[in-house]
């Protein structure tokens, strides 16, 4: 039979001639159909089990004449091999679809929408900016079950040449979650983050800035002054963050409607923190003193802590760069006075678990975490008295109290 038979210039000024559809034909079953309004289509006639079928081949001329043809001999093979070409198409398709369902990407933003509603929002928002920055590029459209483990350093190693080797151990605990949740949803059968260790370039992890315990008092002399150099807000808030320790995060978004000053209790809600459980923070009097200021600086806002803009807090890096203007860059962070709290209230004899209640490092069960938000309350309400009074002490330069004084 008579093949190829058109030209690429014929092709390209084909028209219909007036009529709805021309076939103009190539050879061997190949035609390129050329409609009235100038639209051209590849077209493939086959015959099998005595019935004549189509297949489409593609538009032109994204398909050029030469695509066509190859189209045309691969065609012709699978009904060499008496497959039926049409069937051996949807069967690819179904295959890409499959693929596509169970690529990383499909998988890891499948994974990433079940763990959201447990992330607050800054945590969610780096754990997607990794996926979608580090690994969806280069991972994200292959089957999560073809994916080999040296596939997955290559990737890691990329963003060890930029010389992030903390985020490239991040990027590789997130790359193990979702293969795990692979495995558990039958899409992959193993873990390749596991095979990985050891083969990144360690990091040492870099701990919030804290001072010792010897240079808190001078700490806090120096935030007392700062409204000599800042403003009064900011100076309050730094005081409140060393009484409360909580993280700056839940500081800075304080709801004057989280607030019951009666019963000297702060409820947060389980929205506002990082393990989106509820939590309570006893107020000790001169933390209740301290609020009763920022209630007059505050005036009508809703915030504890309004900005410029009356509906939206303070920055982050408002308080950071207070301790930055007090000389402590370096040596401080809003984060650090956690770490002060823990190793001081630990030393003076503390219930550790009390501590950790205090710390909100809390269970991440969510049926136990919601009977444990008052866990320990009296004890905590007696530590938290304590350690104001304690920061006061030091501040003036007094001896330190004595802890059985308040457990007494």
Not at 154 to 179: P, S, T
Not at 368 to 373: D, H, I, L, W
Not at 381 to 401: D, F, H, P, T
Request: proline share 4%; glycine share 6%; with cysteine.
């Amino acid at each position: 039979m008579p093949t190829n038979l058109l030209s690429a210039a014929e092709c390209k000024n084909a028209n219909s001639n007036g009529a709805s559809v021309r076939k103009l034909s190539d050879g061997d079953g190949l035609y390129l159909w050329v409609y009235l309004d100038g639209r051209k289509y590849w077209r493939m006639r086959y015959w099998q089990a005595g019935k004549e079928k189509s297949l489409s081949l593609g538009v032109y001329p994204r398909a050029s004449l030469s695509d066509a043809r190859k189209k045309r001999d691969e065609v012709r093979k699978q009904l060499q091999d008496d497959l039926d070409p049409s069937a051996e198409r949807k069967a690819a398709n179904l295959r890409k679809k499959l693929a596509a369902e169970n690529s990383f990407e499909a998988v890891a933003r499948e994974w990433y929408g079940k763990q959201l509603h447990t992330w607050v929002p800054h945590h969610a928002s780096d754990v997607k900016r990794r996926l979608e920055n580090n690994i969806f590029p280069i991972l994200g459209k292959r089957p999560i079950d073809q994916i080999e483990a040296p596939e997955l350093l290559q990737a890691l190693q990329k963003i060890e040449e930029r010389g992030a080797y903390d985020l490239a151990h991040r990027v590789l605990q997130v790359c193990g979650q979702v293969f795990r949740y692979g495995i558990a949803t039958g899409r992959c059968r193993r873990d390749l983050s596991t095979d990985l260790r050891g083969a990144l370039t360690p990091h040492k992890k870099k701990h919030q800035a804290a001072v010792r315990q010897e240079e808190l008092p001078e700490l806090l002399r120096a935030i007392a002054k700062y409204d000599e150099t800042g403003d009064k807000q900011t100076r309050l808030a730094l005081q409140l963050l060393a009484q409360t320790f909580v993280r700056t995060n839940e500081l800075i978004g304080a709801d004057w409607a989280e607030f019951d000053l009666n019963n000297a209790l702060w409820i947060i809600p389980a929205g506002r923190m990082k393990m989106k459980a509820e939590h309570v923070v006893p107020l000790s009097k001169q933390a209740v003193f301290i609020l009763t200021e920022l209630k007059n600086i505050s005036g009508s806002s809703r915030l504890v802590f309004p900005g410029r803009n009356r509906d939206k807090p303070i920055s982050n890096n408002t308080m950071l760069f207070a301790l930055y203007r007090l000389g402590y860059k370096g040596k401080m962070t809003g984060h650090g006075f956690r770490a002060v709290a823990s190793t001081i209230l630990n030393e003076a004899g503390f219930n550790r678990d009390v501590i950790e209640r205090q710390l909100a490092h809390c269970e991440r069960n969510e049926i136990r975490g919601a009977y444990n938000r008052a866990e320990y309350l009296p004890e905590r309400k007696r530590m938290m008295q304590y350690w104001a009074e304690y920061l006061e002490s030091v501040e003036a330069g007094g001896n330190v109290i004595p802890l059985h004084r308040h457990l007494a």
